[in-house]
Antibody, heavy 117, light 107 residues
Framework: QLRLRESGPRLMKPSETLSLTCNVS??????????WGWIRQPPGKGLEWIGT???????YYNESLKSRVTISVDISNNQFSLHLTSVTAGDTAFYYC?????????WGLGTLVTVSS | IVLAQSPATLSVSPGERATLSCRAS?????LAWYQQKPGQAPRLLIY???TRATGIPARFSGSGSGTEFTLTISSLQSEDFALYYC???????????FGQGTKVDIK
């Protein structure tokens, strides 16, 4: 059974770079039929797609975040990562990793990242 | 493409029918619905407009076409009180968009 687990810092200061990793078990990030993505949700608010990576390294990003986001895949460790630069309080959110195609079938449990000085 | 969900909050009694709406800013052909409970990740309910995901009870159904889509819960159970989001995939450039959500709470 596929399991996705996010890891990374929970508390950050403004202007720092957020780095999260999604460890994948029960599946392979080298699958040619799946995309691997990040979605976030500010507390009490809705869902926002951040970006997605394919096993080839091809990436797709939300235009609103594109200038600050990098998503990469690490096939040897069966994981993929999110880097978000110059964070502000507005980046405080639950961050979910996911396996998806057109539809998001599998979600990680999510991790709350708080940006505060 | 922008997805607008209505109503923002729907108050329903257990056993009653709930109808949630998702309107797209232009005609689309793929739409999914997710359920989210407090402290949990979203769970896929419906994909490809009307196909129930694995393990989803038959009381959940999706319908619609063009710009108007509906999620219907035929007889609300206590475990169905939650947030519901619609989601669309745009083929090019590849983007995944969510509606702002509808909260179904107990009347």
């Amino acid at each position: 059974q596929l399991r996705l687990r996010e890891s990374g810092p929970r508390l950050m200061k403004p202007s720092e770079t957020l780095s999260l990793t999604c460890n994948v078990s029960g599946g392979s990030v080298s699958s040619n039929s799946d995309y691997w993505g990040w979605i976030r949700q500010p507390p009490g608010k809705g869902l926002e797609w951040i970006g997605t990576v394919y096993y080839t390294g091809t990436t797709y990003y939300n235009e609103s975040l594109k200038s600050r986001v990098t998503i990469s895949v690490d096939i040897s460790n069966n994981q993929f990562s999110l880097h978000l630069t110059s964070v502000t309080a507005g980046d405080t959110a639950f961050y979910y990793c996911a396996r998806h195609g057109v539809t998001i079938h599998y979600w990680g449990l999510g991790t709350l990242v708080t940006v505060s000085s | 493409i922008v997805l607008a969900q209505s109503p923002a909050t729907l108050s329903v009694s257990p056993g009653e029918r709930a109808t949630l709406s998702c309107r797209a800013s232009q005609s689309i052909t793929n739409l999914a619905w997710y359920q989210q409970k407090p402290g949990q990740a979203p769970r896929l309910l419906i994909y490809a407009v009307s196909t129930r995901a694995t393990g989803i009870p038959a009381r959940f159904s999706g319908s619609g076409s063009g710009t108007e889509f509906t999620l219907t819960i035929s007889s609300l159970q206590s475990e169905d009180f939650a947030l519901y989001y619609c989601q669309h995939y745009n083929n090019w450039p590849p983007t995944w968009t969510f509606g702002q959500g509808t909260k179904v709470d107990i009347k």
